[in-house]
């Protein structure tokens, strides 16, 4: 069974201060729990129904299991559908020091939305991005539905925080070509677009900021269609960071 | 003041069988509520702040007025911040008389998400789909997270509901080509790609359905990169959705 104060400890874990004091990030589901366990996550802690231990005991690694049914899962979960299992993930450390020239790199100046940020984890998983970069204030990937909506693609993708003036900076430094995506800027299409380089989006509600702008080598925008008729505004930015994804790589295909 | 009656009134619009039955929708918030009151949507009551009546009152269509505070939107409010506008809209009769033979249109078999849903009309709207076709089982789309989602572009794209089986069936004898999205489909960007046709898109989970399956003309795909590398096992349906048809309108322009 799970115990109270387990409750309160993984229930404290919805929230982005105890994550980071404790040091660890909760997963959902058995999709997920699948993605986590073939990764190099270092799992704590696996919470599962006695059903779900037994059809993965020849999977499950050196960690505490705390064997419980689906309504001790029920308690701790922050899915409206009832899951057989949770893991306790710990959430590894920055780890920047590979080279990034050869890469194809997103940066995400401030991006607010969990659900957009794993959506953009799981697309950058997709077309081979290495390495999403998040500014300073940028939601945590480790939240929740962040996770959820990776859909397992966190384990390949590295994430890391950084203060993307200095990041964007270096790039340059070693020539690494830096895209943008603007309302107003070039129709990707007939834009030259490199196998590697940093793609920057912009924030849900603002997009690039002055200070992210003055670095763009390139301000690519995706056209709309057709090109007079009334439209949306924007994109959403998952949205928009797919199409520009999948435009990079089809020029490499 | 906002009374009572109308905050049950407005709170019993969340569920799918009361919009259904009072034949009202809910849109929240300025941004939205602008691109409703440019459309041919019909409002039914406005209720918002004096600040923002104020703001708005030479663009007021006739109807009624509901004159209240932030504390009192709140009440009545789907959205975690407080908005200063909210609209009761009528909801349109399906119109399905039109010629189809010259559009580009998504059908969606049984799409479940109401954030998928609302993020696949904006990415309609961008890219001139005239029409979304939706299964008879799919989410509604004037569930208040998908409105929301369309950011307003449910004002400028037609949604409907039908027999999904029956209308393709239609399309085809109209010599409409039918493509649909496959995990094994051959690789988009090799394939003839034709300026109208029907796109299908299948469900979050199950994705196309064996009945719709038959009736598809083009199987295509979406290319992952770099093609060997292990990477997650699909992208989500709005991501796709929105590649696919910046395909199609890129062989456009």
């Known amino acids: 069974?799970?115990?109270?104060?387990?409750?309160?400890?993984?229930?404290?874990?919805?929230?982005?201060?105890?994550r980071q004091e404790i040091g660890l990030f909760i997963v959902e589901g058995k999709k997920l729990a699948d993605e986590i366990l073939k990764s190099n996550f270092c799992i704590q802690t696996i919470v599962a129904t006695t059903e779900w231990l037994a059809e993965n005991f020849n999977i499950l690694p050196d960690c505490e299991i705390v064997e419980t049914n689906e309504a001790g899962l029920k308690k701790v979960s922050g899915l409206t559908t009832a899951q057989k299992v949770l893991l306790l993930v710990e959430i590894p450390k920055n780890h920047s020091s590979e080279s990034d020239s050869e890469k194809l790199i997103l940066a995400l100046d401030n991006i607010n939305d969990p659900g957009n940020l794993g959506t953009i984890i799981r697309i950058a998983d997709w077309f081979g991005v290495g390495k999403v970069v998040c500014s300073l204030c940028s939601v945590d990937v480790f939240n929740p539905k962040a996770v959820q909506a990776t859909m397992g693609?966190?384990?390949?993708?590295?994430?890391?925080?950084?203060?993307?003036?200095?990041?964007?900076?270096?790039?340059?430094?070693?020539?690494?070509?830096?895209?943008?995506?603007?309302?107003?800027?070039?129709?990707?299409?007939?834009?030259?677009?490199?196998?590697?380089?940093?793609?920057?989006?912009?924030?849900?509600?603002?997009?690039?900021?002055?200070?992210?702008?003055?670095?763009?080598?390139?301000?690519?925008?995706?056209?709309?269609?057709?090109a007079a008729q009334p439209t949306s505004e924007s994109l959403n930015i998952s949205t928009a960071t797919a199409i520009v994804c999948a435009e990079f790589r089809r020029r490499c295909i």
Chains 1, 2 share one sequence.
């Open 1 to 18: 069974m799970i115990s109270k104060n387990r409750i309160k400890q993984i229930n404290a874990l919805k929230q982005k201060k105890n």
């Open 153 to 226: 693609a966190i384990a390949r993708v590295g994430v890391i925080y950084a203060d993307l003036t200095k990041y964007i900076g270096n790039a340059k430094k070693n020539n690494l070509p830096v895209y943008g995506t603007f309302l107003k800027g070039k129709n990707i299409y007939n834009e030259r677009l490199t196998r590697n380089g940093i793609i920057v989006m912009g924030s849900e509600a603002r997009g690039i900021s002055p200070e992210i702008e003055k670095l763009i080598d390139q301000k690519i925008h995706i056209p709309s269609f057709p």
